[in-house]
């Protein structure tokens, strides 16, 4: 018979050599203030570094770390989810490997989950990041409430402890791309928040540079809601009628006041114009004709290169 842990703690690691250890051995003592077991997964979503060797090493000191190598760069979520898949805990913790979201917090997650809470998450009282970071984190929020209707908060963040009726749950939903957060809110499952502290990076710089939060931002949006199609018809639909109004009045003027417009700057403006307006209507049905046959394929988000022995799981393996 295969011990089920009480928790699995799930850490997507891309770089961050020089947090790993710390990481652990801070794990190992906050763990050890609740009377639960629990197994470390680390999940190697191929970033710069040697972060596999360090895992191996640390997996073969303590039974309760398993490492998974993914073959390639899948992204964050896509680790996130590889490490869900092969966690067999009651509860799980979502946490960065950074060091940001500190191991001390968890005792306070699990407490707060004994008291009947699927959802425990933490909300960044104070952020500890770059000023341009925590702007465009506000101004991500603010358009995807704007585009989903649904309110969100820049505060809140992955880390967080889910039960394993949440977890279930998430892992029958086949989207791509899978977005742990977002699925969690489209499940149903209303987060209890509470507020935590939010550590500085030690190391290195975060991996998430401009373009990829601006991907992030617009796999969100798309993911969740089609207002963006809606817009797009709304303002096509504003421009003919504008476009018909003109033509009317031009009409008028013409037999009124014997009235002939001067055509060429005219056109020529309403032309470039209206081409603008129709290619960005055409990108945007083009990015969700896109994740349609993304969805089609029905390709795994993630595959596993290798993989540490496990103590709990191994029939998983």
Avoid at 162 to 177: C, F, G, M, N, W
Avoid at 205 to 215: A, D, G, I, L, V
Avoid at 286 to 311: E, W
Wanted: charged share 20%; with cysteine; proline share 5%.
């Amino acid at each position: 018979m295969i011990d089920i842990p009480d928790i699995s703690i799930v850490v997507p690691v891309y770089g961050s050599d020089g947090t790993l250890v710390p990481l652990y051995e801070r794990v190992m003592a906050a763990v050890a203030r609740i009377p639960a077991s629990f197994e470390l997964i680390f999940v190697d979503d191929r970033g710069p570094g040697k972060p596999w060797e360090i895992i191996n090493s640390m997996a073969s000191k303590d039974q309760r770390v398993i490492g998974l190598r993914l073959s390639k760069n899948f992204g964050q979520h896509s680790a996130i989810m590889a490490g869900i898949n092969s966690a067999h805990g009651r509860w799980l913790v979502i946490m960065d490997c950074d060091l940001q979201d500190l191991p001390e917090e968890i005792p306070r997650l699990w407490v707060e989950a004994q008291k009947g809470c699927d959802v425990v998450t933490g909300r960044r009282v104070e952020r500890q990041d770059g000023i341009f970071k925590r702007l465009s984190s506000k101004a991500f929020h603010k358009v995807f409430m704007y585009m989903t209707d649904q309110k969100t908060d820049a505060a809140q963040s992955n880390f967080g402890i889910y039960s394993r009726k949440v977890i279930d749950a998430i892992k029958t939903l086949p989207e791509q791309p899978s977005i742990f957060t977002l699925l969690i809110r489209w499940a149903g499952f209303e987060p209890k928040t509470i507020d935590i502290e939010h550590g500085r990076r030690i190391e290195g710089k975060s991996s998430y540079n401009f373009s990829r939060r601006f991907t992030l931002a617009m796999d969100s949006i798309i993911s969740y809601s089609n207002k963006p199609l809606k817009m797009c018809t709304q303002f096509g639909f504003i421009m003919a009628l504008a476009a018909f109004c003109y033509g009317a009045w031009l009409f008028v003027r013409y037999f009124l006041y014997d009235y002939i417009p001067a055509g060429w700057t005219s056109v020529m403006v309403s032309l470039f114009f209206l081409s603008g307006v129709l290619l960005f209507g055409m990108g945007i049905l083009g990015i969700y004709i896109g994740r349609i046959f993304n969805q089609v394929k029905g390709r795994p988000l993630y595959v596993i290169y290798d993989r540490t022995p496990a103590s709990f799981n191994d029939d998983s393996l």
